[in-house]
């Protein structure tokens, strides 16, 4: 099983970013996937899940009208839309696969 992320980058305050999640190594379009996040100094947390049909599972509240999480099983792809982003969405982001398998991360900076 491999996750890859991809997308993060430094932003503004009030930018965008689109975080990707390549998924290898299982049946991608069976399982439940979810992004999560950990910021210097805190706990890791959950900030969306997503069901094997592309129904949105989850949001954690500080996010919710912000980010999209969405999926492609054709590609093996979870995105997480992030619009609107505060300087405490800055965080490394990590993609999950239902079966307990982790990303390394993306990190993105929310910063002017």
């Known amino acids: 099983v491999q996750l890859v992320e991809s997308g993060g980058g430094l932003v503004q305050p009030g930018g965008s970013l689109r975080l990707s999640c390549l998924a290898s190594g299982f049946s991608f379009s069976r399982h439940e996937m979810y992004w999560y996040r950990q910021a210097p100094g805190k706990e890791r947390e959950l900030v969306a899940g997503?069901?094997?049909?592309?129904?949105?599972?989850s949001y954690v509240d500080s996010v919710k009208g912000r980010f999209t999480i969405s999926r492609d099983n054709a590609k093996n792809t979870v995105y997480l839309q992030m619009n609107s982003l505060k300087p405490e969405d800055t965080a490394v982001y990590f993609c999950?696969?239902?079966?307990?398998?982790w990303g390394r991360g993306t990190q993105v900076t929310v910063s002017s």
């Open positions: 997503i069901d094997t049909l592309g129904g949105a599972l």
């Open positions: 999950r696969q239902a079966g307990g398998y």
